[in-house]
């Protein structure tokens, strides 16, 4: 069965900071990830997909992600955080046929002057 | 144009109400969602449109019915609703179903129901 983890519910970091969130996913055939970012009362804005080909994945706002194929892993990273990364971030692995998203359980980021 | 539009953006409504949400793209898109999503949580798949046809009903009460009466436009409409769907109702649209094409998200109706 299809599923993400995100082990992380909330993590606050400073600014200026790096960032790295965590995405874990479970699927049996070839992946397609997504990071979508969320800010408060607001509809899920992509930041970066991963179909195939090189594994580090540039998106927008600064964010990159790496997939390893050897870890089901596909995490998020940003090297400084800005206040305005505030939000909450889904990871979200794409299905070739049916429901087309499988979202992880989020993981809320805080930032600190 | 990238955008997803729903309207309205807040809804209160009593519960023998009813009410409609509407959603429209304009990128061709031949797959349109409706996700349900409460706070705090990842958002809920409800129903999916394929080519204008119902796709999936991911169980959903049927006080919940949606229609998607052009490849442009998806409405959901509400009715008898009770104060647990009070959520963040989103609309997304994707060039097709599945294969990994990605979806693009309105800014979700905030729906209070009391």
């Known amino acids: 069965a299809q599923s993400v983890t995100q082990p992380d519910i909330h993590i606050t970091v400073s600014e200026g900071a790096s960032l790295e969130l965590r995405c874990n996913y479970s699927?049996?055939?070839?992946?397609?990830l997504f990071w979508y970012v969320q800010s408060p009362g607001q509809g899920l804005q992509l930041l970066l997909k991963?179909?195939?080909?090189?594994?580090l994945v540039q998106g927008i706002k600064g964010f990159e992600a790496e997939f390893k194929r050897s870890q089901s892993s596909f995490n998020l990273r940003k090297p400084s955080v800005h206040w305005s990364d505030a939000a909450e971030y889904f990871c979200?692995?794409?299905?070739?046929?049916?429901?087309?998203?499988?979202f992880g359980t989020g993981t809320s980021l805080t930032v600190i002057p | 144009d990238t955008e997803v539009t729903q309207t309205p953006k807040h809804l209160v409504m009593g519960m023998t109400n009813k009410k409609s949400l509407k959603c429209e793209q304009h990128?061709?898109?031949?797959?349109m969602y409706w996700y349900k999503q409460k706070a705090k949580k990842p958002p809920e798949l409800m129903f999916v449109?394929?080519?204008?046809?119902?796709?999936i009903n991911e169980s959903v009460p049927s006080r919940f019915s949606p229609e998607c009466p052009n490849s442009s436009l998806l409405n959901l409409h509400l009715h008898a609703l009770q104060p647990e769907d009070s959520a963040l109702y989103l609309c997304?649209?994707?060039?097709?179903?599945?294969?990994?094409?990605?979806?693009?998200f309105g800014q979700g109706t905030r729906l209070t129901v009391v």
């Open positions: 699927y049996g055939a070839t992946p397609y």
């Open positions: 990128m061709g898109h031949r797959a």
């Open positions: 991963y179909f195939s080909g090189d594994t």
């Open positions: 449109y394929s080519y204008e046809k119902l796709s």
């Open positions: 997304a649209s994707s060039r097709i179903q599945g294969r990994g094409s990605e979806a693009f």
């Open positions: 979200a692995v794409g299905a070739l046929f049916g429901n087309q998203f499988y």
